[in-house]
């Protein structure tokens, strides 16, 4: 007899977002870093042993994340293996080939991976200013980039970004100077990116979701696989391990599965 285990959406974001990495490669990331810092944390303690990852503009390398904090701004974040200086941290971000991972995310996101944390509409008038994108123009010096949100919604997901924080594929890929965007994670479903045409093809749907709620949700069209998979639930492991470093159940949002 199976047992349905109950997790929150960001418990299984989190747990898809882990399992793109590998032992001994390097991640970093934003202000807004709940979700990564813990997908790198479970990573260490499951599939990607001697994984190193630097909470943004913190600094902090490998931070002892019990419990987990909300932003890279937190102060909690210094009891870590080591602390860079935040000049340093961007050194390391514009070097691109000492990054293997960059963790992503915007106010929008378009089918090329783009994401836009500045104006939204046109930029010298813009409806809505962002905090801006600080490190995030260096995404396209990384190994791959794995953009997260939150929100999925036509508003986050557009056809095309207002303005370009951190570039996703240019027009002629041959322009790519890493490895672009790899996966788009959101609370409904996972993106891939086709590997001819550069542009986000739906991956995987979460548990529960429909594709009619994927495709209403998103301002542009993602390709279709010829095989539409189930995003595989977090593991009683993987629960078990967040659950300890997320006492505060800071990733218990949106509904439960």
Not at 51 to 64: D, E, Q, R, T
Not at 166 to 191: H, K, N, Q, Y
């Amino acid at each position: 007899m199976s047992v349905t285990v109950e997790y929150a959406t960001g418990e299984l974001m989190a747990a898809v977002m882990a399992r793109q990495l590998r032992p001994g490669e390097v991640a970093i990331m934003g202000a807004v870093s709940a979700l990564p810092q813990a997908a790198c944390r479970l990573a260490q303690l499951t599939t990607a042993p001697g994984l190193w990852f630097i909470a943004g503009g913190s600094g902090a390398v490998n931070p002892h994340l019990e419990p987990l904090v909300a932003s890279s701004c937190d102060e909690r974040l210094l009891n870590a293996d080591t602390v860079m200086a935040l000049p340093d941290v961007i050194l390391v971000e514009g070097r691109g080939d000492l990054i293997d991972v960059f963790f992503a995310g915007g106010l929008q996101i378009d089918a090329r991976g783009n994401c836009n944390l500045g104006p939204i509409g046109h930029w010298t008038h813009p409806t809505l200013r962002g905090p801006g994108g600080v490190g995030l123009p260096f995404v396209s010096r990384a190994g791959r980039v794995v953009i997260y949100s939150m929100s999925h919604d036509r508003r986050t997901f557009v056809e095309r970004v207002d303005f370009v924080s951190g570039p996703g594929f240019p027009a002629d890929p041959r322009e790519m100077r890493g490895g672009g965007p790899s996966l788009i994670v959101t609370p409904l479903c996972t993106m891939d990116f086709d590997p001819g045409r550069h542009l986000a093809r739906l991956a995987t749907l979460h548990p529960g979701v429909t594709l009619d709620q994927v495709m209403e949700a998103t301002g542009f069209a993602p390709i279709l696989p010829a095989k539409l998979e189930t995003t595989p639930a977090p593991t009683p492991e993987e629960l078990s391990i967040l659950r300890r470093l997320d006492p505060d159940g800071l990733l218990h949002v949106g509904a439960e599965r």
